[in-house]
C-alpha cells in the first residue's frame, strides 16, 4: 500500500541526514556530438560502445526523435514505504513510440555504462512522459541523437544517505586538457528542496559573465509557472527543454516538461523560488555559443 501523497512541502520527509553541499559540481569539457544508431540497436549498449570508443567519461543527450521499439518505463508515485518521499509506479509498457521530446543522462553504475532518461511520446490514448527503463531500450529503424560528450567528469550512480535512493551523483574524472581556464562547462546535481532556477544561477557564477545553457532532468515538489497553471502535485518527474539558459543580469530561464503522480501534464517556464527540488536534479551547465 502507498503512503499517502504530500500536500505541501512540509508534509515531504527525507529519511537520513541532509548533504553538506546541496549543488555539487565538478568543471568539464563539453563536446557537441552526434550519435548514430542503427535499427535493432539497444540503445544502452550502443550509448555505451560509443562513449567508450569516443573517449568520453559521460554525457547529456537529446534523444528527440528517437523511434524506439516496445519498452518499459515507470511514472512518478507516492512512497511505498514509511523511509522514503516518493516512489515509482508499477513498470508501464509501451507497444513503440517516437519520443518527441528527451534527455538522457549518460553515466556509470555499478562500474558500467547506465542512462536516466526522461522522454515524452504519443500513446494511442494520449500522451505520455515517464522515466525509461534504459534495459528495455531497443532503437527502431536508423535514428541520431545529439548533445554534449563530456570529458574531465562524470556522473556516477550512488546510494545518497538522504533520499536513501541510488541517484546519479558528481565526480571529476581525468582529462588532459582540462582546466579553470579551458573548462567550457560543468555538470552538477541539486539536492531535495534546493530550488531549480536559483540553483542553476548560483552554479552559473562559476563562469563569471558568461551566459550558458542548460540540459537536465529531475524531480520537483510541486512548480509554479510563469505561463501556465501551477503543478500541485508534490511528487513529479520533469526534463528541461530547449532554450533554457541563464544570463548574467537577467536570470535563468528555464521552461520544462513535467508530470506528477496524478498523471497530469505540465509544460512551462519555472518561477524563480517556486520549484523546489524532490529527490535531485542533474545539470549539465555550458559557456553559450552566443
Not at 37 to 46: K, Q, R
Not at 101 to 124: N, P, S, Y
Not at 240 to 260: N, R
Request: glycine share 8%; proline share 7%; charged share 20%.
Amino acid at each position: 500500500m502507498r503512503r499517502p501523497a504530500p500536500v505541501s512541502l512540509a508534509d515531504i520527509r527525507h529519511p537520513g541526514p541532509a548533504a553538506d553541499d546541496r549543488r555539487p559540481h565538478a568543471l568539464c569539457l563539453a563536446d557537441p556530438i552526434s550519435i548514430d544508431f542503427p535499427d535493432g540497436a539497444p540503445l544502452l549498449g550502443a550509448l555505451g560502445k560509443w562513449a567508450d570508443d569516443a573517449g568520453y567519461s559521460s554525457a547529456a543527450l537529446n534523444l528527440a526523435g528517437l523511434a524506439l521499439k516496445p519498452f518499459e518505463y515507470v511514472m512518478p508515485d507516492c512512497a511505498v514505504d514509511d523511509r522514503h518521499a516518493a516512489w515509482y509506479s508499477e513498470t508501464k509498457h509501451s507497444h513503440g513510440a517516437s519520443l518527441t521530446e528527451a534527455v538522457a543522462i549518460l553515466g556509470c553504475k555499478d562500474e558500467a555504462w547506465f542512462a536516466h532518461i526522461h522522454a515524452c511520446w504519443q500513446e494511442d490514448d494520449g500522451p505520455r512522459l515517464g522515466h525509461l527503463l534504459p534495459a528495455t531500450l531497443t532503437v527502431s529503424g536508423t535514428s541520431r541523437a545529439t548533445g554534449y560528450g563530456l570529458r574531465g567528469a562524470r556522473f556516477n550512480a550512488r546510494f545518497d544517505p538522504e533520499t536513501e535512493f541510488t541517484l546519479f551523483r558528481v565526480e571529476s574524472a581525468p582529462a588532459k586538457d582540462l582546466n579553470k581556464q579551458t573548462a567550457n562547462a560543468l555538470i552538477a546535481t541539486l539536492a531535495p528542496f534546493e530550488d531549480l532556477p536559483i540553483g542553476i544561477e548560483q552554479l552559473r557564477m562559476v563562469f563569471g559573465d558568461r551566459s550558458v545553457d542548460i540540459h537536465g532532468l529531475g524531480s520537483l515538489a510541486g512548480a509554479t509557472f510563469v505561463d501556465a497553471a501551477p503543478m500541485t502535485g508534490m511528487i513529479s518527474e520533469i526534463l528541461l527543454c530547449k532554450g533554457a539558459s541563464c544570463f548574467p543580469k537577467t536570470g535563468s530561464s528555464v521552461p520544462v516538461k513535467a508530470i506528477d503522480h496524478k498523471g497530469q501534464l505540465h509544460d512551462g517556464d519555472l518561477v524563480r523560488g517556486h520549484a523546489p527540488t524532490l529527490i535531485t536534479c542533474e545539470l549539465l551547465i555550458r559557456i553559450s555559443d552566443d
